[in-house]
């Protein structure tokens, strides 16, 4: 795509590289052009190697490529770290004066472009602004527009005062004069174009976050963890614009706990946290199930197990959610594949959450919760959420649900298996519930009956939510393709992507990217259908794999990567063709 | 609420099946009297407690309740009156659930000051489990895990409470049925969480700890002409080895979480879909 540009910054944590690439991504946003980002991080505050890519087109784009043309580098490490993406014609930014650079020369074919980084930006009022003078340059050197980087840097700096927005854009001009001054732009063969589309940028975790304000979420406790921080620090300070709460937790037993005693008070409450807290979670996990107690709980996932590889991207948690926690759970797992289907399956969830009474995994992973992506601002239509709370029984209605002696039954075994539920509060209504087995009235009980009506009348749940919902799937490819490729999470974008490269070596596939994991469409008839189905999934052992082939009693091909690292579309391409009987060069 | 309300609306139909003598029976009716006399009613109460003895009270009482975890019974409690202020909150634990597997969550519940009731039914035994030390028992008690004694210090939970900065800290005694109401009373009237730990002697299994060493040796507070706003005299109480019942300190300053954070609003009440001004959201990602 000749269009495309692929750029990033890379240093060491500490260097402003987050902010620095999210300003680029925005001015490109802004410009029109559609923006996928990614990044590299280590898990610490200061030093280690870490990077901000981001990849625009005026074409969507759905994942990262191995392929970067602008790359300023703030470390001579930046540039053997991403040494295998650059190619003829890239361009290596990079400080002149400084001496860790010193004897800095670019590889053959690559263009070497000195910029006194640190010099300019004091020139500008200061030597912090260094990554900002780069992106003047690269502005240049994309023939972009410098006036989106501007409105860009008003957006970052707005709540600062006007003469650090000057500062800061005076140090863009620099950056940009300098490349006009020293270099012909002619040299670098980029030249991006602006479009009139409107598109909001954000990413899985934004994205979460704001589905649960639309879905009237109004209870959030969390503890801090990696990826999943950003849910909770999205929805601090804005939750509360809407009457509702977030509260950092002690820890997550505490957090789980608490959203659990805020839902039972009647808000819709949602903890978010990652593989280590989801384990801490489960046992609370059970007593959300057998109290039938509306309850969302996100798990951002990461490398693991035990603290893993915490800033790095994995998919390791699907069977601890499908079968986490002792006993036997009824439960609802849905896993958004996308930034926007983050927004849409959270709404989703909380739906299901008080429409069954029951716990709900909503799985996604570091891969979408770091990734930020432009959307048309439609795709979060808010006139088209709706809220459904399930059997909620008002004052007025009460009388139907109580006994012979006036006591509200909130276990009672209707027969789609959702009893009536009451909040505290409601006249009437008092009961209590409890995780051990209970009857009708919530009261303990080991009556080898009554235990069967309860535990039948809770997994039945499942069965009407089977019957109720649409379980079904997204589809990409050729529908009619002898190859059929599956896959969960996060894969979708660079998988969509894909589908495009093997087109190009002329393989054609049909893709089914699947969004619910329990309960989870029938596959058996795509699967029938095919000659080869392969399963692409960010782990070792291939879960979902495993719970298909369980489904569907067949064997399937498994394409994994667990090296904490997402998939890219071009490898991705590769590797689906080397699971085919005849493999296919794919031109990258 | 209603003016008419009585102790005995808390009450279930459910006998309790706490041993015959049992310290629980007292600490609960207190509970049940302070909530009546405060004007609350079984509908407008929420109830948590954790898992043991102590545990089994959302059972015998009357109200909104949960029976959670082990432990877990303050995190409970304070989602709850997070989301519904109007709603009087009641947390019941033991010694074994609040000191030691839920004693982090006592600690943050302490500072953190939500406007609720913490009653702790504090035997020094594990009995439900059938008579293993607790974190409040004796360094010499002699039980099936401890045939030495435990060989550590107790936990002093008003100590902790102090020191987490909690604002109303007390004791009580189950058997002295009118003070400990009155306790109880004091607690759930204090702006901010009420803690009471209640001397409940478990008669199965601890024969130190029984009602006639407490009626023995416990001192009223009041009887010294404590100022329990002093709270270098609080200090003084909590660390010298006498059993006190009474208001040990508070803090008539707390302002409680709930009206610091401005959680004033039933969070159950929401629009059947999204916020009016939900576009803005969007648009903040421009």
């Not at chain 1, 590769?574 to 085919?580: G, N, P, Q, S, V």
């Not at chain 2, 082990?70 to 997070?82: E, N, T």
């Not at chain 2, 979480?257 to 001004?277: C, F, K, Q, T, V």
Request: net charge negative.
């Amino acid at each position: 795509m000749p269009d495309d540009l692929n750029w990033a910054i890379g240093g060491e944590a500490g260097d402003g590289i987050n902010s620095t690439g999210k300003i680029f991504a925005q001015a490109l946003s802004r410009a029109g052009r559609q923006v996928f980002t990614s990044k590299d991080f280590a898990s610490r505050i200061r030093g280690g190697y870490t990077a901000y890519k981001v990849r625009s087109s005026t074409e969507r784009v759905e994942s990262v490529v191995d392929r970067l043309d602008v790359l300023i580098a703030l470390t001579q490490r930046t540039v053997e770290e991403n040494m295998d993406e650059l190619h003829e014609g890239s361009v290596i930014i990079y400080d002149g004066e400084r001496t860790m650079m010193e004897d800095f020369e670019a590889p053959e074919g690559m263009i070497d472009l000195p910029v006194p980084l640190k010099s300019l930006a004091e020139d500008a009022g200061g030597a912090i602004m260094q990554n900002i003078v780069a992106l003047g340059a690269a502005c240049e050197i994309a023939n972009f527009p410098i006036d989106n980087l501007d409105e860009a840097l008003e957006k970052r700096f707005g709540d600062k005062g006007q003469s650090i927005i000057d500062n800061n854009q005076e140090a863009a001009r620099l950056g940009e004069e300098y490349v006009q001054e020293e270099y012909d732009r002619d040299e670098f063969g980029y030249n991006i174009e602006t479009t009139d589309n409107d598109y909001v940028l954000l990413n899985g975790d934004e994205a979460i976050g704001m589905g649960a304000i639309a879905a009237g979420c109004r209870f959030y406790s969390g503890y801090p963890i990696t990826p999943a921080t950003d849910v909770m620090e999205y929805l601090k300070g804005r939750l509360e614009r809407y009457g509702g709460h977030v509260m950092q937790t002690e820890d997550e037993l505490s957090a789980i706990n608490m959203a659990l005693g805020a839902a039972r008070a009647g808000a819709r409450a949602m903890t978010a946290t990652s593989g280590p807290g989801i384990d801490l979670m489960a046992e609370t996990f059970g007593l959300v199930a057998q109290s039938e107690t509306p309850l969302v709980i996100c798990d951002v996932m990461r490398s693991g197990p035990s603290t893993g590889m915490p800033t790095k991207q994995e998919q390791g948690d699907l069977n601890m959610t499908l079968f986490g926690g002792h006993g036997e759970i009824p439960r609802f797992v849905v896993a958004p594949t996308t930034v926007s289907e983050c927004f849409h399956k959270t709404i989703e969830a909380f739906n299901y959450a008080e429409k069954y009474q029951t716990p709900v995994y909503l799985v996604s992973d570091l891969a979408l919760a770091v990734t930020e992506q432009t959307f048309a601002p439609e795709e979060f239509d808010m006139d088209a959420v709706e809220i459904d709370r399930g059997k909620l029984v008002g004052e007025d209605e009460i009388d139907t649900w109580l006994n012979d002696s006036d006591q509200f039954q909130p276990h009672f075994p209707a027969a789609d298996g959702i009893s009536p539920r009451t909040l505290p509060g409601t006249s009437g209504g008092a009961h209590m519930t409890t995780g051990l087995e209970h009857d009708e009235l919530g009261r303990r009980t080991e009556e080898q009956e009554v235990r069967i009506e309860q535990v039948d009348k809770r997994n039945q749940k499942v069965e009407t939510a089977k019957e109720e919902e649409e379980w079904d799937y997204r589809e990409f490819g050729d529908s009619d393709a002898d190859t059929l490729v599956l896959s969960w999470g996060s894969n979708e974008g660079a998988m969509r992507e894909a589908i495009g490269f093997l087109d190009e070596a002329d393989v054609s596939v049909r893709f089914i990217s699947v969004p619910y994991l329990f309960p989870r469409p029938d596959l058996s008839d795509e699967i029938e259908a095919a000659d080869d189905v392969i399963v692409v999934e960010c782990n070792a052992t291939g879960q979902f794999a495993d719970v298909i082939e369980h489904d569907t009693l067949t064997r399937l091909k498994r394409v994994n990567k667990y090296n904490g690292v997402r998939f890219k579309a071009d490898e991705l391409a590769e590797r689906i063709t080397e699971e085919l009987d005849t493999p296919q060069e794919v031109p990258t | 609420m209603s003016s008419d309300v009585r102790f005995t609306d808390f009450k279930s139909d459910k006998q309790p099946t706490w041993c015959p003598g049992c310290g629980d029976f007292g600490t609960m009716n207190g509970m049940m009297k302070a909530l009546a006399n405060t004007g609350n009613d079984p509908d407008n109460t929420f109830v948590v407690a954790g898992i043991g003895c102590s545990g089994k009270i959302g059972t015998y009482m009357h109200s909104y309740a949960l029976h959670g975890v082990h432990g877990r019974a303050l995190p409970v409690g304070i989602g709850v009156k997070s989301a519904n202020p109007d709603l009087e909150v009641m947390v019941s634990g033991g010694d074994g659930d609040g000191y030691s597997i839920g004693a982090g969550h006592f600690v943050h519940a302490a500072r953190r000051n939500m406007d609720m009731t913490y009653v702790v039914m504090d035997n020094r035994i594990y009995g439900l489990t059938k008579g293993q030390f607790s974190p409040t028992s004796r360094e010499d008690f002699e039980t099936s895990t401890s045939p030495d004694g435990p060989k550590q210090s107790p936990v002093n939970p008003l100590a902790l409470a102090l020191a987490a900065d909690g604002t109303f800290i007390a004791q009580s005694f189950s058997s002295d049925a009118q003070r400990h109401e009155e306790i109880v009373q004091q607690a759930v009237e204090h702006d901010g969480f009420g803690f009471v730990n209640v001397y409940s002697p478990c008669v199965t299994f601890n024969d130190v700890d029984t009602y006639d060493y407490f009626r023995d040796t416990i001192v009223d507070v009041e009887d010294e002409d404590h100022d329990p706003t002093d709270r270098d005299a609080a200090r003084e109480k909590i660390t010298n080895d006498t059993e006190y019942q009474g208001v040990i300190y508070q803090d008539e300053d707390s302002v409680p979480y709930n009206e610091r954070h401005g959680l004033d609003s039933n969070m159950a009440d929401i629009p059947d879909g999204a916020p009016e001004d939900a576009t803005d959201l969007v648009r903040e990602f421009y």
